[in-house]
Every structure is written in structure tokens, then in C-alpha cells.
């Protein structure tokens, strides 16, 4: 099969590329390489997979809307799995445009790619940011997330009713994914275990908002990946049962369905530190701080969607996961 996978030299992107190629795939690549952090670490992602046979790979960006449609019409994927996002809560405080670009222009040219060259499923990255203001937990894709607290959630929010249009008018399959706190090897430097691990490392503080009270259900890029992958081969179907009386915010009379990918098992962020000292064998100074805008205070997943489903649950514990990361940090950098 022929699978387009925008964002392949992320951090998730390129861990999917890998699985895709192990097993057989032609993968088509579509990365910007853009500087929000150190490119280096794309380039050395996009190297583990670059030469093979089996791969493609166009620097461009998403928002290149003739671009876009010159690669789906020569490339005529299959399969879409959309990665390519301007990431990050707090950057979308002070740089906004960026995310209007990136993550609404750029999955409109997507879904107009899978519109008009016969796409038989398209595979989203949402994010568990989208729950917002939500209390009740665990989050559950069956509940109403109108109450964003960031830029960046309500693009991803944005996303999910953008393809929902498109599943409604052109019955193209589509299904979001919302990804809880993904970690491990290969990870962007912006997010806490990699900022931290530096800290830690060079004898620097760490700074911990809301007072370090934070609980995240942290997820192992490798559960990640295999979920992706599940929900990607088994595309989105109607919801017979779905009424406008009753509406279900999961599913819908269109082939359209969203998933919580998490480890269903949330960790404060003090026990998430401790387990990377553990593992660094060095302890963080740590300095304390209040809640940051656009955090929420903690995030939880209901997987029970995925269960049912796919027969599936993310099961890498946090103590193994920490200490794979460890393990690469320490030889990459």
C-alpha cells in the first residue's frame, strides 16, 4: 500500500515511517524542516529511513497549496496519515498566525488532496489538548470539548470538524487521533522530558509550573505507533445508530470517528521527575512555579473507544519508557 505520511521527519512522523516501511509499505514523506526547533534533530530522524527503497521524501510546506496537490495527483496515495502540525501550548500564546498556516490552511489542502484523488482513509493527529476547561475525567472523546484554552487546541478542535465536513459531503473516511503527552527517544527538545534531561544533566534548574502539581497520562512513542497504525488499516465507517437528537461527540452518521491514544494511567509530574533521576542518576533543583496560560491542570485518557475497537491498549510502562529515553539521549547527544 501507498501511504502519504505528512510530518515524517517529527517525532512521531518518523517513528511511523519506520513501522510502515518494516512491514512492507511505500511511504511518501512531506516534512518543511522548519526551525521551531533545532533542525539537526529532523535531519537525523529523516536519516534512519531517507535511503530506503521504499521511501519518498519532498521538503515542502503544507501551506503550498499547489504543491500539495501536484504530490497527491502524482504520487496517488492511498492512505493519508496527517502528523504535520505547528506543535507546542505555549508558542501558540506569542505566535499564533503560526498555527492558522500550519494547522488549519495546510489540513484544508490535505483534505482537498483526499478529496479528489480517491483517498480510502485519512488518519489525523488531534491532541488531548483539545478537552481544555473539561473536570471530568477520565477525558472521553464522547464529551463536549467546546471550551479550548490555547490556539493550538482549537486548531486541533478545528481539525476534528474539518474533516467531519469532509466525511459528510464526500464520504471520505477520516479518524482523529488525540494524542496524550507522547515521549521517548527521538522526542522534541521543546517538551519537558528533553528539556528537563538537559537541565538536569548540566547541573541547571528545572522549572516546574503549578507547582509541579501537573498529572499527565504519558504515553511511549511506541504505543503511539502501533495505535496509529490499527486504527489506520481499519478506516472509519457510519454510525448507524448516531442521531442528531442524542448527538455523540465520538462518532457520527458520516464515516468519521475520533480516539483517545493515552496510557489511561495519569502520573504527577513530580513522580514523572523523579523516575527521570532515577534513570540519569542525578538530582534536579528544581524551582516552582505557577500555572502557566494555556495548560490545564491535568489530562487523563479514556481508551475504552480503542479497546473496543481495535483490541488495543498503550502498555509500556512509565519506568521503561523513561529509561529507553535515557538510553538514546545519552548517545545522541
Known amino acids: ?46 536519516l534512519r529511513h531517507a535511503d530506503h527503497r521504499n521511501y519518498t521524501h519532498f521538503r515542502m510546506d503544507l501551506v503550498d497549496r499547489e504543491a500539495v496537490k501536484d504530490i497527491f495527483a502524482q504520487e496517488k496515495p492511498q492512505k493519508v496519515v496527517n502528523l504535520a502540525a505547528q506543535a507546542g ?24 488532496g483526499c478529496r479528489h484523488n480517491d483517498v480510502k482513509h485519512l488518519v489525523y493527529a488531534s491532541s488531548s489538548s483539545v478537552y481544555g476547561s473539561n473536570c471530568k475525567m477520565p477525558f472521553s472523546v464522547h464529551d463536549n470539548v467546546n471550551h479550548p484554552l490555547s490556539l493550538y487546541a482549537a486548531t486541533k478542535k478545528a481539525n476534528e470538524l474539518m474533516a467531519h465536513t469532509y466525511s459528510h459531503l464526500y464520504q471520505i473516511p477520516t479518524t482523529g487521533l488525540r494524542f496524550f503527552t507522547v515521549y521517548g527517544p527521538w522526542g522534541r527538545p521543546d517538551m519537558a522530558l528533553q528539556k528537563f534531561a538537559h537541565a538536569i544533566t548540566n547541573g541547571e534548574p528545572i522549572q516546574l509550573y503549578n507547582y509541579g502539581n501537573h498529572r499527565r497520562d504519558f504515553t511511549y512513542i511506541d504505543d503511539i505507533v502501533e495505535g496509529v497504525i490499527r486504527v489506520l488499516d481499519q478506516p472509519a465507517e457510519p454510525d448507524f445508530s448516531w ?29 514523572y521527575i523523579s523516575t527521570l533521576e532515577k534513570a540519569l542518576g542525578k538530582n534536579a533543583i528544581k524551582e516552582f512555579l505557577p500555572m502557566q496560560l494555556g495548560d490545564v491542570p491535568d489530562t487523563f485518557a479514556d481508551v475504552d473507544d480503542l479497546v473496543t475497537t481495535f483490541g488495543y491498549k498503550p502498555s509500556t510502562s512509565l519506568d521503561e519508557g523513561v529509561e529507553k529515553f535515557v538510553d538514546w539521549f545519552k548517545e545522541f547527544y
Open 1 to 46: 500500500m501507498k501511504i502519504l505520511v505528512t510530518g515524517s521527519a517529527g517525532f512521531i512522523g518518523s517513528a511511523l515511517v519506520l513501522r510502515l516501511l518494516e512491514r512492507g509499505d511505500h511511504v511518501v514523506g512531506i516534512d518543511n524542516h522548519n526551525d521551531y526547533y533545532d533542525p539537526k534533530l529532523k535531519e537525523a530522524r529523516l
Open 89 to 112: 501550548v505555549r508558542y501558540s500564546i506569542d505566535n499564533p498566525l503560526a498555527y492558522i498556516d500550519s494547522n488549519l490552511v495546510g489540513f484544508g489542502h490535505i483534505l482537498e
Open 243 to 271: 442521531s442528531g437528537d442524542l448527538p455523540d461527540s465520538g462518532s457520527s452518521h458520516a464515516p468519521w470517528r475520533l480516539y483517545n491514544i493515552g496510557s489511561n494511567n495519569p502520573v504527577e509530574l513530580n513522580d
